[in-house]
């Protein structure tokens, strides 16, 4: 299985990916500070601003330095390659 790259050498199982959310937003903010009060937000960014937010169905959220649209993208190409037969999926 091909793991989503979000950044800085971290990486999450695509099937788990839930959501994907700009930053910019105030539904954004409060979005973080929800997975931050219940401890369950991984910053991924080192320290840098947060572009997007990866929710999963482990009750886990994922802060990212790339755009949204960057890792729909690469979310997109991990399903694609799960889903080639060459790839041993089913």
């Given at each position: 299985?091909?793991?989503?790259?979000?950044?800085?050498?971290?990486?999450?199982?695509?099937?788990v990916v839930e959501g994907i959310a700009s930053a910019g937003?105030?539904?954004f903010k409060a979005l973080v500070q929800e997975y931050r009060d219940r401890k369950s937000l991984i910053d991924c960014t080192d320290d840098k601003s947060a572009r997007a937010i990866i929710i999963t169905s482990g009750e886990r959220a994922?802060?990212?330095?790339?755009?949204?649209?960057?890792?729909?993208?690469?979310?997109?190409?991990?399903?694609?390659?799960?889903?080639d037969p060459r790839n041993g999926a089913e």
């Open positions: 299985m091909k793991l989503l790259s979000i950044g800085f050498g971290n990486y999450v199982k695509p099937n937003s105030e539904q994922y802060l990212s330095r790339f755009s949204a649209d960057t890792l729909a993208e690469r979310l997109a190409e991990c399903e694609s390659d799960s889903a």
